[in-house]
T-cell receptor, first 115, second 111 residues
Framework: AQKVTQAQTEISVVEKEDVTLDCVYE???????LFWYKQPPSGELVFLIR??????QNEISGRYSWNFQKSTSSFNFTITASQVVDSAVYFC????????????FGGGTRLMVKP | DTGVSQDPRHKITKRGQNVTFRCDPI?????LYWYRQTLGQGPEFLTY????????KSRLLSDRFSAERPKGSFSTLEIQRTEQGDSAMYLC?????????FGSGTRLTVV
């Protein structure tokens, strides 16, 4: 069975600070995909990134960056120079290539960015 | 295509009543999923369809929950004899491969 753990339930930072959201996953499969989603107060899940298990290259998109390390089964997400609009709940998720592609979500990290 | 649509956005019902939610997926997507999200938790998988076939339903929370997807188009999720513990956000998603799109959800409150 798959499992995703987001140990940080809530993080509070001041605007312009950098913040890293942790994600640790468990799976016995060698082929899988990892995701990050943002859930603002409106409730919709907004896709941020997808990574497959064969691609360990880190990725940067604007103020967002992701660090995928198979050796520690982690897929951490960093926001540089945080802004108030980044305040939301962030979810890490995992799917297997052969499991009907159902997503297993972590419990989420609530990020509060204060002005 | 305007994405995944869910209706209604909010539903308040009395305990013991039946409720039905609708999801309209992206037309090119062949898979449709239902998730439940309770307050402070991540979404929890319930069931999914590939076209009109329901391929996984063992995660439905009880026999009071059922889902259909007639003709492989829209889907409905029904909860019979609602209980207060059913209060949650019910999310629908559709996908082609691992390209998922989520709807805005239906928030159910059982009073």
């Amino acid at each position: 069975a798959q499992k995703v753990t987001q140990a940080q339930t809530e993080i509070s930072v001041v605007e312009k600070e950098d913040v890293t959201l942790d994600c640790v996953y468990e799976t016995r499969d060698t082929t899988y995909y990892l995701f990050w989603y943002k859930q603002p107060p409106s409730g919709e899940l907004v896709f941020l990134i997808r990574r497959n298990s064969f691609d360990e290259q880190n990725e940067i998109s604007g103020r967002y960056s992701w660090n995928f390390q198979k050796s520690t089964s982690s897929f951490n997400f960093t926001i540089t120079a945080s802004q108030v609009v980044d305040s939301a709940v962030y979810f890490c998720a995992l799917t297997l290539d052969n499991a009907g592609n159902m997503l297993t979500f972590g419990g989420g990290t609530r990020l509060m960015v204060k002005p | 295509d305007t994405g995944v649509s869910q209706d209604p956005r909010h539903k308040i019902t009395k305990r013991g009543q039946n409720v039905t939610f609708r999801c309209d997926p992206i037309s090119e997507h062949n898979r449709l999923y239902w998730y439940r999200q309770t307050l402070g938790q991540g979404p929890e998988f319930l069931t999914y369809f590939q076209n009109e076939a329901q391929l996984e339903k063992s995660r439905l929370l009880s026999d009071r929950f059922s889902a259909e997807r007639p003709k492989g188009s829209f889907s409905t999720l029904e909860i019979q004899r609602t209980e207060q513990g059913d209060s949650a956000m019910y999310l629908c998603a559709s996908s082609y491969g691992t390209d998922y799109t989520f709807g805005s959800g239906t928030r159910l409150t059982v009073v």
